[in-house]
């Protein structure tokens, strides 16, 4: 039925007797499918600029192949986050065409990755956050923005931090990932002015309670122009600053 | 001693024996002014592009003056926030030449309302909210971006929200501000494919804890392209908003 | 003893000596059976209308087993919640006359789906919340009513819970089950006028603190008549829309 | 603008050429009255049956006194709860017609204190607890619903509950408000099945935690039938139990 | 070298040159045995009238059962806590002599069951607490007093307690043990004048957070003459309890 | 009404109609006084061996003086805790007869000093602790029990505790007061082996969390039998204590 | 008492009967004196190298005069700490000889503000933080050593850290005083090798929950070499602080 | 390249060119080596006297080999903390020359257990604590500093504690490891004078909260001169206590 009505409505478009602005109108308002046990939005990417996402924690591998066989569809872009290597494998299996992208733990389909300098800049603190961070630039990267991995450069080697800025103070957004103190938020919105998405990771122990340390402290950064997502939302923070930087035009060098 | 530098500087500039961006570069290392009780940054606008910020609360009228005064030294606009009516108008008295915006409880010089469609959008849930949902337009106007106020349009009222749609779903950035359970930034976040940055206020009673329910409920948002910054900190909201809005071309209204 | 004393006022009860009511009365009162390791409540029904539930979690399958079947001599109905499939096959195995409701993690006795127009509505806002909210549905269906089940309605795209508003407004009572940030609670409280319990359940990671985050916004939904029970608590949602919607007439389809 | 649009309708309806429903539904859909500092819902008694309710707390009194006096051109009842008694002043003398309710802090128009026997019960574990419970009581009453206020009936002294149970046992719905541990409402759960909505206080000190300790017995209870509102909500839990009971026939005695 | 000194000590008693009295006080100073991992506290029974407990929980089973067969060379009476059956069942095989009681997942030696009346009460709320409670049980045993184990008297089913009620209320202590909401320790504090302990247990979910909502319940009890302990500690409840009724003279049934 | 039915009980005693521990239960039995605003228990005293307390914070003046008037009329041992100076003034003035306690913050009537050896000894850390020491000691002077008042003997200074060591070990019964850290009660329970209450106080600033640090130390001590009650319950303690000690026959100064 | 136990001791030490070593030692074993409200510890300054500090927070002008003017007859050097310039007043006019540090809050005799290159610096992230960091600071000027202040080097303007670097690193403790988010430790961590004292302060809102943000921060520092005191113990900070350098030879301006 | 710059300038040092104390300097700016996933800090030694150390927690036996292999490179002293024993024995077998200590559950190269007074004492509460408490001596050793370990001296025999005071009031350092209440540290800062460093340990249930209880009372200590680390970090304890006994002379033991 979807289609149906998707058809009829490019025949339309097509012929002229509807306007292309009108008619991106009205597949916005299009109903979703509906599998017995998820309703998938299928109009997603004409919405938001991307693709439907699916969360695999907490899923089975035959739950998310089923979803992404249905996305698949109608999509050529695909992300399935939080899916480890084991119900990768079974997916892979089940569904051809998907790649495994080990360190950020998830499934892409229609992933390159974009050249030229970088549009976002992602940072972590210790090679325990690299999960979270990989996750966030491959986030963004499936909006064909290039992205700078800057990892493990923790402030209690400042010099690394300082070294590492000429690599991210020209990016359009910046994505800061760290557990522990999360002081890395606050250091890097002292260095530069760019638009600073934080992700505290769960990273630490004893009194981290989980990340709740990181979060509560980027939270309070004395750093104007810091916000933050939720613990290891690596997701959450590559969306935002892909969303960010896909509405900035390319900074010039001289900025 | 900082003016004789910058005056130096400034005549090399106008003799071509400095570029004007090597002159850039050298002023954002220049130094900070001392006063005996806060270092205050002088060139932070030139840095950021925004001047520096007074954070009222907590500071007698009298350093608040003090302060003001010398950076009205090097500046022409200013901001200074949490600054409660009867410290205002002790302020006001020892300081000619700013406004006050009670709504806001911000003291300000240079500010004017930016005329044209809006570049940041600014919606609060209820009444209670708007003191800090003010503050966060205060802030983005400081920028010279112009701001939609859409106040107390909370889910209990579903209506409400779906009826301003149109007034912010051009915006470049939204920032939604609300206490209690804080819906608001997930039904937004589900309605438009902007960037939205979510302020938390410490409105409501009991387990709202001050805050922090509404904090958790951003954090934990569905709706993919929310960050949070600390409860009640509206300028954080409006300053990371504006950010993003200024680096952003007007959108299309077709878009 | 017990059944000597219920034996003898059913005599009475036969020869007219003692009223129905008064029989009802006094049974009311009389004393529980008494496993080694339960004291089992066997005239609950009388009392409250409803059997007693058997808490499956922290149970061996043969303790439930026992239970069961100590009940199943004086009960036509029975329940067994948070029973897993590995605990539900040996059970099986050991009590002839149940079935188990994979979704629900439930076993039942003598549970029939009722027909007819939903007298309650369940909804829930993810995939991952649909255990809580099938243990809900199936609570209710235990007293004889029939339930709709709304599945997979976030708020992150709310026109899925404006789609499904015909299916739940006419209900007698509704119960909302959502995890992350709890928001689906306050949005239907804000377009219906029926009695809402809201189940906040332990969907979500960081930041949501097992269910904490959910439980605080549904604690302080903007919008008035929700009332809120444990995380993860459907048995609880549904006892109490039961009970709620058994006392209440079907609406007309005009209200 | 409203009142021109609800004319003509009503003419319309008088006519003939509406019917009472669709009038009733078209209504739902009218605007609100804006304020400059608050939307002002002027259907809400229509769509809900019960009129929009003021929240004190936070406001001036002349804020109280201007939304009371836009919604009586529109209202005969009206209810503002959280007025304390110097503000509570200050708006009798602004708006003519009002009652002051000292115990439950809240004013009113057109309360009528309903005969009969009690729609529902508010219990109540100690004498600190009384404003939250008469809070309650109050509301309820704004239904035209009777109540019985059972006030002081703590487990300390458990011979109080259970001598005050012939008054709450016949009750459409019980509203049981206790702070320091709050068992109350384990103990009422225990005793009667009815729908039991729980308040917990922020009654006691140290760790009572304002409250908390209250709110996580009453969620944790061990009686199932008990939901739980905010802390100190006894309008939430008013407004709950009234709506139950107004769709609740009168119970025979019998029952 | 301890037991030439203690030797040396007994042979002046017996030739009278010291005092009993003065013998029990030399002996109350003491050393402890050095384990390579755990200083043995050998006289510890001789202070305190209770042999040095093994903590087993962390403890391999040949660390307990080498702390074990130190302790024996000095002592009749062992008793070692939060062993579970895997571990006991090395100990046994390592150490013989030594008694394992499944339900309170402990092992002891000298262990009677003592008969008479109850010194102690000991209740518990559900079948889940029961592994705390008969931990709190045998406690009080090992000191020779007799127990009273009232098993699943919850306050969902409040006649349970009332009729158990005369097999507490004569106790020179009570024990009372409760997850969930913990509301039992009020009920049974307002129903004796008794020293009451309470022991919180992690019996429960969601909202009980392990625990802390009995135990806050708990501390906040409106009953006066109740006192707590750690969470699931049931050793402790006991310890006290009994250290309480043996210091206290046997009741007369008229009190 | 009341004193009717207990001068008819009387007589019957006096006339042998009536034995008196059959009196005594029956008056355990008889109904509570009702003011407007508090169920008065008359016969608690004869319940529990010590009157009913009022809790007196939250309470005006006239509240206070209200229900210890009528207490008054069938109690000679009165005790009001938690009323500041300023209230005990006017409390003063409207009811004579009674004792204003400053360091307790408590009125009483029929309070006296008890002589002789202690049989409750009550410790506390710091000078800021004495108001909750004090208000203890009253408690169990109240029911004419001699008290051991130790203050200041924190641990920071060990040798003040072990210099007091022989004013408490012989106390049938020992509460512990302590802030910040809580550390007095493990370290008194170490030294001695009677029943402990300790009390956490909200001395302390900080991460004290207003008395949460020193509870939970209390909880978690590693010297068993030591139970606590609710933070500042200077109250609770001293009654629990009164009560042992009050069971306990004097010990012999040898033991 | 006292002083004729010491003046004999110090007559004994005079004509060389014991040892100066032999009368230290027996100094420290002297009790301490006795007000009605507090034991004042005389000898503690002979034990430890720093006088009896009096924490005037929640005492009375006239107590904290009372305790100095007691602990001044032993005593040249003396501090009272958190006694607030009101307090402070009442205090000066009721003891002579004492100065009062408006920054700091504190009372002293016998301070003088140490010449020469300083043994410890204190630092601090903002304006808000100077009072804590000035206690700090006082506390080590106590025991003789020089103190560089280095205020308002917050890490949003990582330069004013990086430019201070010299006045810091060659101290022999650093105390590092922050609130909002704390990184302030961290990065000092990370620029030099010497002992840090981090002291998390109250400075914040909303999220920094009381300074527990910035609390937890310093706790999960990635820096090694840092350990926290309580949230604004600018005293035990510099206390300890002090301890450290004391014991330190000054560094040679080479290391 | 690295080794390339350092051979360079020793050269340059050797011949005079470059001074030793420049040399120094410009070594401590020379970069970090790059392996895949981590930066390794190669002049860390230089600057801090300490080598890099691996946190082995999370990280793979492959990744640890990798990393230490790294360092051996340009180290003699390496440690490893947070490698459990399955963990250590792959290491071991992929890198030769390196230590296990089971207890302190770290690897190590050129560790010995220097002779002499010991420069820090490691205490700890209990046998469950010794892993931290093991650690941190470990890391203390790793400077080449002889450590008195005195284990399992918790308060709850208090004599334990006083008959080790001897063994570590002449230590230039203290480490007090403790976990439950953590009263330990109070205790031995009420004892001696010396800089105190205390570890809370995970060690406890329920209301210890992983070792919340424990650091709070820590951060809580009335006793002066104690700072605080994470819970469980027995290396962050003994990095510090090494660095401050390093830069203390030793002292004498008349002092």
């Given at each position: 039925m979807d289609s149906d009505r998707i058809e009829a409505l490019l025949e339309q478009v097509s012929s002229g007797e509807v306007a292309v602005k009108d008619a991106m109108a009205r597949l916005r308002e299009l109903p979703y499918a509906e599998l017995p046990f998820a309703r998938v939005d299928l109009h997603r990417e004409l919405r938001t600029g991307f693709p439907e996402v699916v969360f695999g924690q907490g899923k089975?591998?035959?739950q998310i192949a089923a979803i992404l066989e249905r996305l698949m569809e109608n999509h050529n872009r695909i992300l399935a986050t939080r899916v480890d290597p084991a119900a990768a494998a079974e997916v892979l299996a089940l569904v051809p065409g998907l790649a495994?992208?080990?360190?950020?733990r998830a499934l892409t389909r229609g992933h390159e990755t974009p050249a030229g300098p970088a549009a976002v800049a992602v940072l972590c603190a210790g090679t325990?956050?690299?999960?979270?961070a990989a996750e966030a630039a491959l986030t963004v990267e499936m909006r064909g923005l290039a992205v700078a991995r800057i990892w493990d450069v923790g402030v209690a080697g400042l010099h690394r931090v300082l070294d590492a800025r000429p690599a991210f103070e020209q990016a359009r957004a910046i994505v800061v990932v760290a557990g522990m103190e999360g002081a890395l938020a606050s250091v890097v919105g002292g260095l530069v002015d760019r638009p600073i998405i934080a992700v505290p990771t769960s990273v630490g122990y004893g009194a981290s309670f989980g990340?709740?340390?990181a979060l509560l402290a980027m939270l309070n950064s004395c750093a104007a122009g810091v916000a933050v997502v939720n613990?290891?939302?690596?997701f959450g923070a590559g969306y935002l600053a892909g969303r960010i930087a896909?509405?900035?035009?390319?900074l010039?060098?001289?900025k």
């Open positions: 089975t591998p035959v495994y992208h080990l360190e950020a325990a956050d690299i999960p979270v990340g709740l340390a613990i290891d939302n690596g896909s509405q900035t035009p390319a010039q060098s001289g």
